[in-house]
């Protein structure tokens, strides 16, 4: 047994120094990556760095971009509530909630991407209008949708919070002050229609309670009795087409 050992050893040293040897295994190369700093005797490319900056920056916040400043918030708190209502746990998962949420905003919001890209994207590339017009006018339309979706009091609850004057009129309100007043105003569109989507499944589930509790069947989990009736009850009213065709008629 030693000398099985002492033999398996052996053969370990061998295999090492043949695959580090340089007849049997070429060195890999590695690239060399250097990012220097200096100085630039030109402006323009000081000025594309910093538009190449920018973009990088645009793009990290594009998700945040996509979550509070689209219809995306309403559509999946909508759908969270009606996966609670029908107490499926994880059935629809996350994934498929989120991409149905995805898919529902990017159709909700197509006339305003519409309008953003004849209006600021296809001109600048055109080099017909700058950058800062370009932004001006892209930021216009998103402006005036969440303009149309926000309630005048949680608007007027930030202007107050941040000391500004009452705007004169709608160009005047700025986007740091519209998007978080947007964000409340959505999140309690959601709730209000997440209270309405519960209504009938609560009322099953009360109808189940108590007639268990008046047969005596305290040990069975109301849940379990009542689940198969919310899912007969959604399939037969077609739930899925009322949920999808309230949140974009909402819009």
Known sequence: MRNRWVLVGVLVVVAVVAW????????????DVNINIGQSEDPK??????????????????????????????????????????????????QVLIGLALFLTFFTMMPVYRDI????????????ISQEDAIEAGTRPLREFMLKQTRDKD???????????RPVSKEDVPLSTLIPAFIISELKTAFQMGFII?????????VVASTLMSMGMFMLPPVM???????????????????????????
């Open 198 to 206: 519960f209504i009938p499944f609560l009322i099953i589930d009360m």
């Open 20 to 31: 580090g040897s340089p007849g049997y295994a070429q060195p890999v190369p590695v690239p």
């Open 225 to 251: 009795i009542s689940l198969p009736f919310k899912l007969l009850l959604f399939v037969m009213v077609d739930g899925w087409y009322l949920v999808v065709k309230s949140l974009i008629e909402s819009f």
């Open 117 to 128: 890209k004849a209006n600021a994207i296809d001109p600048y590339l055109a080099e017909e």
């Open 155 to 165: 608007l007027a609850l930030f202007i107050n919070i941040a000391g500004q004057q």
């Open 45 to 94: 490319q000081v000025v594309d760095s910093l538009r190449i900056l920018v973009v990088l920056t645009i793009l990290a916040l594009v998700p945040a971009i996509l979550v509070m400043m689209t219809s995306f918030t309403r559509i999946v708190v909508v759908l969270s509530f009606v996966r609670n209502a029908l107490s499926t746990q994880q059935t629809p998962p996350n």
